[in-house]
C-alpha cells in the first residue's frame, strides 16, 4: 500500500477518499506498470515528499498533477472564443500592417531600396562611416542572395519598432505621471522581460492560426515594447527638479511642460530605449520563425532542422550585420540628440 | 510706510509631514521645532510668518540654511502649499485661487531667478529668455525681439545663440535675470540667486542688480544667507531663524539695534564702516558746533572717516540734498563702529 494511507486514517477520511474512483489520465509508469502486469509504487521512496501524486496513490479523492495542467488547458480552450472575439478585430490592423510592409519592402526593387535606405541612415546618423557601413552590407546580403529574406526581416522590425514606440512611449509618459501606475506596471514589465521567449509563443499559437502574420507580430511587440516604457519613464523622472520648478515658475501648464520640457530633456534616453527595442525585436524576429514569420530566421530554423551548417551560419552573420546596422545608426542618432542637448 | 504693500504674508505656518493640520495645533500651543521632529516625526518648516513687501522695494529674507528662507519665498508663488495662512498679492488671496488662476498669477505677476540657474539645457539663451512670454501664447517675433532687449540690458549682447551649457555660471544667471525681466512682472523672486557664484562676480550681480532695480522699480524678494549681501541690497530686512522671523525691519535699525543674541553674532562680523550710513548716526542740529564741513545723509561711514583724515575731535553738518538735517559728531562714529553698542545713537 501506499505511504500516507496511515495519514488519511489517523484523519478519518477514508469514507471521503473512497467516494471518487480516479478518472485522471493514466501516466506513462501507470500505463507500462498496467501492460507489465506489475505495481508502479513497488520502486517508489521510502518516505515521498507529500505531492498531489503521493497522495493520489493513497486516496483517490485528490486530484493528480495532471488534472492541474490538463484544467489549465481546458480552461484556456473554454475562454478562447471568447478572447479571440475580442483580440481578433482589435489585431487585426497589426496583420494588414505587417503583410502590407512585407509587400511593400519585396515590390520596390532592389535599385530604388537599397539608396532609399542608405538616405534614411544618411539623415538619421549624419555620419560619413555609419552610412558607408550600411550601403556596404545591405550590398554584401544582396551579393549572396540574401537580400529578399533580410528585406523581410527588416520589413517586420520596422513595423514592431514602430508600434512598440507608438504604445510605449504614451504607457512611458502616463507611468512617469502616476506612481500608483508605476508600481502596477513594473511588474508586468518584468514578466514580459523574464519570460522565455518561446513561451509567448504558447497562448498565441492557442489564440491566433498560424497562417496569421500577427501572431508573430504580437508576441515581438509584447517582447520588445519593455525598453521603450521603461527608458521613457525614467527618463522624463530623471528631469533636473530645478527646470521643472522653473517651468512651474513661469506658470506652464502640464501640456507644455511635457512638450517643452519634459519630453525634449528625456530625448537621449528615449532613444535608447527605442534602440534596446530594435535589438530586442530583432532577437524575437529569429525566434518567431518558428511559427512562420519570414526572413532570416527561417534559413536559420533550416540550418538547424535539417543539419545544413552552412545555409544557419550564412544566415546567422546576416542577422548580426543587420543588428549591427541597426544599432549603429540608432546609436549615431541618439548621440546627435545628446549633442544639440550639451549644445556644442 | 505706503498704504497698501504689494505682498503680504499672514500668520503663514508651514509643517513637512503628511498629517500637517493636525499637528498645527501642538505648534500654535508652543511646541518647539526639535520636539515636533521626536514626538510627531514632522518638520517644522515656517512659523507665524508675518511680514508686508512694500511695492518697489527690495526685501531681503536672510537666515542659515535650515531657517526656512527658500521654502518661505516658494509659498509666494505656492510651489509649496503652506498648511496655513494668509498670502496676499495686491490684496488678492492667492490661497484663494484655483489652478488656472495660481497659472495666471505666476506667468503676470510673479518671476523667479533660481540659485542655480535653471535653464532650459535645450534651448538657446534667447529662447531661454523668451520663455515667460512664450508660455503667455505671445506672438514669437515680439518675444524675440523683448528677449533681445532684456539680454543686451544684462550685458549679453551677441550671445544670443549659444547654448546655456556654453556659458560660465555668472552669465548663466544674467540669462536667468533676463528672463525674469522679460516676464515683466512687478514682482520679482530671486532664490539664492547670486549664492553659486564667486565672490567678484557676486560682486558684479550686486552692482547690476541695484542697477536695474534704480530704472524699473520692482518689488524684489531676494533670499540670501549673506549678511554683507543683504545689507547692500536690502531696503527691509528680514531675518529667519529656525523658521520663526526673529527681527525686521531697516537695516541699518537691525546693525545698530540687534534684538536678538543670534542677530548679534551674525551682525558682529560685519564691516560696519562701510555699511552703516551718517543718516543712521547723526544727532540733532545744534547751532552751538563748529562744523568742519558738510557731508550727505547716505555717505558711509567711511567715507567721512576718510575725509576727515581720522580726526574725532571733529563735527560735520549732515545735509540731506541742501537742506541740514542733523549733525555728527566724530566721537558718535567711532562709538558705532563697535558692535553691541547702546541704543542711544539709533533710530530704527
Given at each position: 500500500m501506499a505511504f500516507y494511507d496511515g495519514v488519511f486514517k489517523t484523519l478519518g477520511l477514508e469514507d471521503w477518499c473512497g467516494e471518487a474512483a480516479s478518472n485522471a489520465p493514466l501516466s506513462m509508469a501507470d500505463l507500462l506498470a498496467k501492460a507489465g502486469g506489475e505495481k508502479a509504487e513497488a520502486a517508489g521512496p521510502i518516505f515521498p515528499f507529500p505531492s498531489l501524486d503521493h497522495l493520489n496513490k493513497s486516496c483517490d479523492s485528490v486530484i493528480q498533477t495532471r488534472d492541474l495542467t490538463k484544467g489549465i488547458e481546458d480552461g484556456f480552450l473554454a475562454a478562447k472564443p471568447a478572447l479571440k472575439s475580442v483580440l481578433d478585430p482589435l489585431t487585426q490592423p497589426l496583420s494588414w500592417m505587417l503583410d502590407g510592409a512585407l509587400y511593400l519592402f519585396n515590390v520596390v526593387p532592389w535599385f530604388i531600396m537599397i539608396p532609399l535606405?542608405?538616405?534614411?541612415?544618411?539623415?538619421?546618423?549624419?555620419?560619413k562611416g555609419v552610412t558607408i557601413f550600411v550601403a556596404f552590407s545591405i550590398c554584401l546580403l544582396a551579393f549572396i542572395d540574401h537580400y529578399d529574406v533580410a528585406?523581410?526581416?527588416?520589413?517586420?522590425?520596422?513595423?514592431?519598432?514602430?508600434?512598440?514606440?507608438?504604445?510605449?512611449?504614451?504607457?512611458?509618459?502616463?507611468?512617469?505621471?502616476?506612481?500608483?501606475?508605476?508600481?502596477?506596471?513594473?511588474?508586468?514589465?518584468?514578466?514580459?522581460?523574464?519570460?522565455?521567449?518561446?513561451?509567448?509563443?504558447?497562448?498565441?499559437?492557442?489564440?491566433?492560426?498560424v497562417t496569421e502574420s500577427?501572431?508573430?507580430?504580437?508576441?515581438?511587440?509584447?517582447?520588445?515594447?519593455?525598453?521603450?516604457?521603461?527608458?521613457?519613464?525614467?527618463?522624463?523622472?530623471?528631469?533636473?527638479?530645478?527646470?521643472?520648478?522653473?517651468?512651474?515658475?513661469?506658470?506652464?501648464?502640464?501640456?507644455?511642460?511635457?512638450?517643452?520640457?519634459?519630453?525634449?530633456?528625456?530625448?537621449?534616453?528615449?532613444?535608447?530605449?527605442?534602440?534596446?527595442?530594435?535589438?530586442?525585436?530583432?532577437?524575437?524576429?529569429?525566434?518567431?520563425?518558428?511559427?512562420?514569420?519570414?526572413?532570416?530566421?527561417?534559413?536559420?530554423?533550416?540550418?538547424?532542422?535539417?543539419?545544413?551548417l552552412g545555409v544557419g551560419i550564412?544566415?546567422?552573420?546576416?542577422?548580426?550585420?543587420?543588428?549591427?546596422?541597426?544599432d549603429r545608426v540608432s546609436k549615431a542618432a541618439l548621440s546627435r540628440v545628446d549633442m544639440t542637448r550639451v549644445g556644442h | 510706510m505706503t498704504a497698501q504693500p504689494k505682498v503680504r504674508l499672514r500668520n503663514l505656518y508651514k509643517i513637512f509631514g503628511p498629517i500637517d493640520k493636525t499637528v498645527l495645533e501642538h505648534v500654535k500651543a508652543g511646541m518647539s521645532k526639535d520636539d515636533l521632529l521626536a514626538q510627531h516625526n514632522h518638520v517644522l518648516g515656517l512659523q507665524d510668518i508675518n511680514v508686508d513687501m512694500q511695492a518697489g522695494e527690495i526685501t531681503v529674507v536672510m537666515g542659515l540654511s535650515g531657517s526656512g528662507k527658500s521654502t518661505l519665498i516658494r509659498h509666494l508663488n505656492r510651489l509649496i502649499e503652506?498648511?496655513?495662512?494668509?498670502?496676499?498679492?495686491?490684496?488678492?488671496?492667492?490661497?484663494?485661487?484655483?489652478?488656472?488662476?495660481?497659472?495666471?498669477?505666476?506667468?503676470?505677476?510673479?518671476?523667479?531667478?533660481?540659485?542655480?540657474?535653471?535653464l532650459l539645457p535645450h534651448r538657446t539663451v534667447q529662447q531661454n529668455t523668451a520663455m515667460p512670454l512664450l508660455v503667455r501664447g505671445e506672438d514669437p517675433a515680439a518675444c524675440e525681439a523683448e528677449a533681445v532687449k532684456w539680454l543686451e540690458r544684462v550685458g549679453l549682447a551677441g550671445y544670443e545663440n549659444h547654448?546655456?551649457?556654453?556659458?560660465?555660471?555668472?552669465?548663466?544667471?544674467?540669462?536667468?535675470?533676463?528672463?525674469?525681466?522679460?516676464?515683466?512682472?512687478?514682482?520679482?523672486?530671486?532664490?539664492?540667486?547670486?549664492?553659486?557664484?564667486?565672490?567678484?562676480?557676486?560682486?558684479?550681480?550686486?552692482?547690476?542688480?541695484l542697477e536695474l532695480q534704480k530704472?524699473?522699480?520692482?518689488?524684489?524678494?531676494?533670499?540670501?544667507?549673506?549678511?554683507?549681501?543683504?545689507?547692500?541690497?536690502?531696503?527691509?530686512?528680514?531675518?529667519?531663524?529656525?523658521?520663526?522671523?526673529v527681527q525686521q525691519g531697516e537695516p541699518q535699525g537691525i546693525l545698530l539695534n540687534p534684538n536678538d543674541p543670534y542677530i548679534e553674532d551674525f551682525v558682529s562680523d560685519i564691516n560696519r564702516a562701510r555699511v552703516l550710513r551718517v543718516k543712521s548716526v547723526m544727532g540733532p542740529l545744534d547751532?552751538?558746533?563748529?562744523?568742519?564741513?558738510?557731508?550727505?545723509?547716505?555717505?558711509?561711514?567711511?567715507?567721512?572717516?576718510?575725509?576727515?583724515?581720522?580726526?574725532?575731535?571733529?563735527?560735520y553738518r549732515v545735509l540731506d540734498g541742501e537742506t541740514p538735517v542733523g549733525q555728527l559728531d566724530m566721537r558718535d562714529l567711532v562709538k558705532a563702529l563697535v558692535p553691541r553698542v547702546s541704543s542711544s545713537k539709533a533710530e530704527d
Open positions: 535606405l542608405v538616405a534614411i541612415s544618411w539623415y538619421a546618423s549624419r555620419s528585406m523581410q526581416t527588416l520589413s517586420i522590425i520596422f513595423v514592431c519598432t514602430g508600434i512598440s514606440v507608438l504604445l510605449g512611449v504614451p504607457i512611458g509618459i502616463a507611468m512617469s505621471r502616476s506612481d500608483s501606475l508605476q508600481r502596477a506596471t513594473v511588474p508586468v514589465l518584468d514578466l514580459l522581460q523574464t519570460l522565455p521567449t518561446f513561451v509567448y509563443l504558447i497562448p498565441l499559437i492557442f489564440l491566433f492560426s500577427k501572431l508573430y507580430g504580437i508576441a515581438i511587440i509584447l517582447y520588445a515594447i519593455v525598453p521603450v516604457i521603461r527608458l521613457t519613464d525614467l527618463g522624463i523622472r530623471l528631469v533636473d527638479r530645478d527646470v521643472i520648478e522653473a517651468a512651474n515658475a513661469f506658470g506652464m501648464s502640464s501640456r507644455q511642460k511635457l512638450i517643452g520640457v519634459q519630453l525634449p530633456l528625456a530625448l537621449p534616453n528615449i532613444m535608447a530605449g527605442i534602440n534596446q527595442t530594435i535589438m530586442m525585436s530583432l532577437a524575437m524576429v529569429v525566434i518567431a520563425s518558428l511559427v512562420s514569420a519570414p526572413g532570416l530566421g527561417v534559413n536559420v530554423l533550416r540550418g538547424i532542422r535539417n543539419l545544413e550564412v544566415a546567422g552573420v546576416g542577422i548580426v550585420l543587420l543588428a549591427v546596422i541597426l | 503652506p498648511t496655513a495662512g494668509e498670502i496676499l498679492v495686491d490684496g488678492e488671496d492667492v490661497m484663494a485661487l484655483s489652478k488656472d488662476g495660481l497659472r495666471g498669477i505666476r506667468q503676470n505677476k510673479m518671476s523667479m531667478v533660481f540659485q542655480k540657474f535653471a547654448y546655456p551649457a556654453q556659458l560660465s555660471g555668472g552669465m548663466q544667471q544674467r540669462v536667468g535675470i533676463a528672463r525674469a525681466l522679460t516676464a515683466n512682472t512687478d514682482i520679482m523672486l530671486m532664490d539664492e540667486a547670486f549664492s553659486a557664484l564667486d565672490p567678484l562676480i557676486r560682486t558684479d550681480m550686486q552692482d547690476l542688480l530704472e524699473l522699480h520692482k518689488t524684489i524678494i531676494f533670499i540670501t544667507h549673506d549678511l554683507d549681501e543683504a545689507l547692500k541690497l536690502a531696503d527691509h530686512l528680514v531675518i529667519l531663524k529656525d523658521g520663526a522671523v547751532d552751538t558746533t563748529q562744523y568742519a564741513g558738510d557731508v550727505d545723509v547716505g555717505d558711509s561711514l567711511e567715507k567721512l572717516i576718510s575725509i576727515s583724515g581720522g580726526e574725532t575731535g571733529q563735527a
